[in-house]
């Protein structure tokens, strides 16, 4: 990039993960209808992204499919009813959390599998079956990445750690993921540079899952591909749990590589995402401010959302400043 | 600050500016209610802010009192009828308008004024005119400061030379105006550096005033005061013309002084800011993402946001990819 005017120019490198269904999915218990899920696909195509995630892999007897919509399993049939066999250059991934799914049994060899990238979502404290589970999805064939969750509540020296087993495992990409939309945008440089620093060498991409309790889910995705991030996450509209994520609409307006056709993802938050949004509230509200100003996770926020003191702030902000 | 963790301590130069009332005017023609403007001031009082600026000294000759409220003209008996005679460290700043104000007679000397602070705000064609209300205020005893507006379509060559005007007048402050919300982070960087050249050695002080339209208003708040930029304006839930503003809870929450008081602020949120978002439409919708994305002016998705077209994205975007 040039020294200039970076901005103008672009880096062939840079990856968009677009994650409206498995993220939106949190929002409505992951009851897409199949024409909604193939609306977002039509457009990542069109919208030249490079891998859409379609939902969990959630063990089903942990998660009961009464309670849980089509997503949270993302069923090969289902995927394969919902958008085809996926002939084109769009990859489709899952995630896959640890501890919450059967991956020895719910995950097939890459060949019989319209799946192409696996995203592992861990906890620190869940890095060893993470890790078990990696090598069990490097062996069937897939693409295999690795989420690092709520890293704004690991501590340092366990971070350390995790990074050099991360890079000596066979992961494509590991992410910095900002699970409760709390960081600023310096500490995003801090960590891409402490997660690039742990790739150096490996091959390894690193990615950016940030999300918009303080209104930085786009800055922060911005300063990560500043820094050298190249797998950049988001969702159509911003739609995801809480606050939501990086919002596809403005990534795809800064992002000049010739491949993405902004116009086509204009089309889907016409068509598809606002009468979601009519029907769903996400967005970077007072609560989701106030969850992310404390490094909390938003779950309080949603309950408040949902309460008869959905605008009680003041009350929300007491609770949560309590010493 | 600390190379560390600079965001852990505070720089107490650092002044925060509320423009609710006066850039939320542009939402409903300057018809604030006394008990709102007052809700905002006291919210100013307890919250620590700086400076509230209360409204435009508009010319009356240019534009009616029919048509427009109160905060329009911000007569001294409408300001001291709504929030008493300051007796408070608060001070109290309007906008006077370059061609709009007819300066001469209608700000009184400071010793007859509630007034402490006067901005004057500028296109870069109307810099002569400014230079002139500038030396006028000064005359009369206010500390003043420069809004260059629309700056990110000023030519770099018209604004060295103005940059160089500023800095040889009697202004305290002079402000990067993002009018169009267009401005990325990296560029309110290479802007604060320009801004803060020309001002060393001249003891004045640089401002931002950000728009949300490609949320980005926080976050280029953020970039400019890591940059050395101490005057930063915001307003109440982010209220403001099209796309609104750096929301004052979310600059409020990053501040560490200890005289700002995020509590305060969010009472006025919540009492004040949420029942006139509910009356009244401001936020970073698709279509100000679409004109921010341009580096053009809002008015045309303020008016088609209040058009039967208003989720029209597409044909918005459309519209302004014409070749």
Known sequence: MSQKAPWVNFRPEIKVLDCTVRDG??????????????????????????????????????????????????????????IGDNDTDLKISVMADAEKTDYHNDILPKKDSVIDVIRVATYISQVPVAMDMVKDFVQKGYEVHLNLMALSVVQDKELDDALEIFAASDIKAMAIVDSFGTFLPLQIRDYAKRFMDAAEGTGKEIAIHAHNNRQLAFANTIEALICGVNYLDATMMGMGRGAGNCPMELL????????????????????????????FEWGALVPYNITGHFNEHPRSAIAMRESEEKDKFLKFYDYHNEA
Chains 1, 2 share one sequence.
Not at 45 to 51: E, F, P, R, S
């Open 25 to 82: 999915g949190l929002i409505n218990s992951h009851r897409f209808e199949d024409h909604f899920v193939k609306g977002v696909y039509d457009a990542c195509v069109a919208g030249g992204i490079d891998i859409m995630e379609i939902g969990y892999k959630a063990d089903g007897k942990i998660f009961s499919a009464a309670e849980n919509g089509p997503w949270k399993f993302s069923k090969e049939e289902d995927i394969r009813r919902a």
């Open 252 to 279: 795809i307006s800064l992002l000049r590589n010739p491949k993405f056709n902004l116009r086509a993802i204009l089309e889907c938050v016409e068509t598809q995402m606002l009468p979601m949004r009519k029907a």
